[in-house]
């Protein structure tokens, strides 16, 4: 049998290498792919832990000019102007703290959503009317961040403020409490007679186990 020369070089294994390096490479970016599919849905939370934004006021409002000595306004934090819009003329909710800016929707169902913004529950109050107003919305449906969608709604902390312009007026609440419900907990659209803000979505992120509830206290 004839043998190679110690000197000559096998002509396979470069090609050998050059694959083997393809498939590496490949690899290495469907890895990526997927840490960055995966990693993506919590990308806001992340998002807003590290840089805490500001929080944003796209209009007109009371709460930027706040009389001394009325201390359910005075308690709020600090909330800059940074638009500075007319106050809209349609109905609005405003969550400043998470750039929340959304319409107001009315309709039997929830399918009112498709339209983007959040839902008043049917038959339960208004602003005008006081008592318990419900509202509703996504959690997940439009890709975050995005001022449509209720994602951060769990960062928004007690205390914070929450505007609802209703038919050309505002309304300021502040976050008095939350809690977390099972969807049969129905008495969460039960009216009060107090004015009273309470929206909910669902619970946790990409579930519909339970409703993340939070509820607000009219303060002006």
Known sequence: MTQLPSNTVDSTTPRRSKATGWWKGLAALLIL????IVAYPF???IRFALLKPSP?????TKLT???A??????ALPSLPVVK????PSGNRIVIPSIGVDMPILEGPTQRVLDRGGIWHIPNTSDPIRGGNMVLSGHRWQYLPPSSTTLYLLDKVKDGEPIIVYWQGQEYDYRVASRDVVSPDRVEILNDTPQPKLTI???TPLFSTKQRLVLYGELIS
């Not at 944003?56 to 007109?60: A, E, F, I, N, S």
């Not at 000595?69 to 005075?74: E, I, V, W």
């Not at 500075?84 to 106050?87: F, L």
Request: glycine share 8%.
């Open 84 to 87: 500075n819009k007319p106050v």
């Open 200 to 202: 909910f979505t669902c």
């Open 56 to 60: 944003v006021l796209p209009y007109t």
């Open 69 to 74: 000595g009325q201390t359910a306004l005075a």
């Open 33 to 36: 792919i997927g840490t960055v």
């Open 65 to 67: 000019d706040r009389p």
């Open 43 to 45: 990308i806001p939370a």
